[in-house]
């Protein structure tokens, strides 16, 4: 198992060295006596404390934020076709599109270039233009990595999927970045959740995926009132009940696992 956890995430592009190897090891069932400094920590001193991902659908768009481009202000106004990029919209190449090109009311593709909306300067050092919209993360650019190397084989917006999982969003499900650090890292409490969400949840859901819902994300709600369902009792309940009725459910839950080997869905509830 520990082997073909490091075949996935070598896979994924999850390097093997920063695995927290004690976690997985006591999750799967090996104590850490007798194994030297297996703890549950990684075995070397991270940099990083913690991920948070960001992923803002709807958000600003990246040609005004950290992507500058300036060709958009030089033909503005024109069609692809009357730029040197013509080439992008060749009939051959659009019958690969996997998704519906979005047209306008007279059936006429939308490729009208418009120009930007706000201006870049060059920060820091490493001179990485940014918009002026973010003058504060301007004055801090040489500590933030900046890649403007990716791309997507859609147009639209099934594109969230390629960023979450690589994976078009006709493709089968596969982890996303998420299910795989879950699954990878571990965690220094087992009472908290390691993968969360947040917002509504469309083309980049993970659910269905090979590595199972245990490494799902847990749905969190935009609402402080009720973040998590069915995380508060609908009446008063005293600590000490509540602790005997989780311990009941978790018993039941115990015996059903025994009677039903390999149900993953209740594998995930348990955990």
């Known amino acids: 198992m520990l082997l073909q956890r490091r075949h996935f995430l070598e896979k994924a592009g999850l390097g093997f060295g920063s695995l927290a190897l004690g976690s997985i090891l006591r999750s799967d069932g090996f104590g850490a006596q007798g194994m030297g400094a297996i703890d549950g920590d990684p075995h070397f001193a991270p940099k990083a404390k913690s991920v948070i991902w960001l992923f803002m659908r709807g958000g600003v768009s990246h040609m005004e934020s950290f992507d500058h481009k300036p060709a958009l202000n030089k033909y503005a106004g024109k069609s692809i076709a009357e730029t040197p990029f013509s080439h992008v919209q060749d009939p051959e190449k659009l019958k690969k599109v996997r998704v519906v090109v979005v047209n306008d009311a007279n059936g006429q593709q939308r490729n009208k270039l418009f120009p930007l909306q706000v201006g870049f300067k060059k920060y820091g050092q490493s001179g990485i233009e940014v918009s002026d919209w973010f003058p504060h993360i301007g004055s801090c650019i040489d500590d933030i990595s900046v890649i403007r190397s990716m791309w997507t084989t859609d147009d639209n917006h099934g594109a969230q999927v390629q960023f979450h999982s690589g994976r078009h969003m006709l493709d089968p499900r596969v982890p996303t970045i998420g ?20 917002g509504p949840r469309y083309f980049d859901r993970s659910d269905g995926h090979y590595l199972g819902p245990a490494y799902d994300e847990v749905k969190l709600k935009i609402d402080p009132k009720k973040p998590l369902d069915f995380a508060k009792p609908e009446g008063e309940f005293p600590l000490e009940e509540q602790r005997l009725g989780f311990g009941l459910v978790n018993r039941l839950n115990r015996i059903t696992a025994g009677k039903y080997p390999g149900d993953a869905a209740l594998e995930a509830r348990i955990k």
């Open 179 to 198: 299910a795989w650090i879950n699954y990878g890292l571990g965690t220094l409490n087992e009472n908290l959740p390691q993968f969360i969400g947040m």
